[in-house]
């Protein structure tokens, strides 16, 4: 299945320069644009139609939470703690290193609008709902308080 898209690369890496060559291979060069790393890159994210975070690990997740605090929705391979952080309602999970999974869930977001802005706005409101500082730095202390309080007396 083909559809028009534009492939945005926003940072930079050991494979760049091979990506760059294989898109010029597959001659779909002309819709890849490869912007390097921009401490910046919010304005990017707020036009993105989606986020494509193929990590084959990733411990938390921070560069999908920055894209679903713009209401973008995530695609990502289930690695780390990205299921954690990534739900059905805000983006889609794949298998680990499924490339076709990873580029159909992509596709799916850009060709279906009206999922794709649910999906958005879903991922918008997690981020604000479990995912600012002050309710996380509560839950931390409240998980500290109940860790310590079944803790036997002598390992506190």
Known sequence: RHTRARLMLIGDGPDRQRLMQRARELDVHRSVCAVGT????????????AF??????ESFGVAAL??????VPVVAYGVGGLPEVITPEVGRLVAP?????????ALEMISDEGRRETLGTNARARVLTLFRREGAIDRYEEHY?????????EAV
């Not at 920055?66 to 209401?71: Q, T």
Request: glycine share 2%.
């Open 38 to 49: 921009h401490a910046e890159f919010v304005d990017y994210l707020r036009h993105a139609d």
């Open 145 to 153: 308080r109940r860790v310590r309080a079944a803790a036997p007396r």
């Open 66 to 71: 920055e894209a679903m605090s713009c209401g």
């Open 97 to 105: 290193f499924d490339v076709d999974a990873l580029a159909a869930a």
């Open 52 to 57: 494509v975070l193929p990590s084959e690990s």
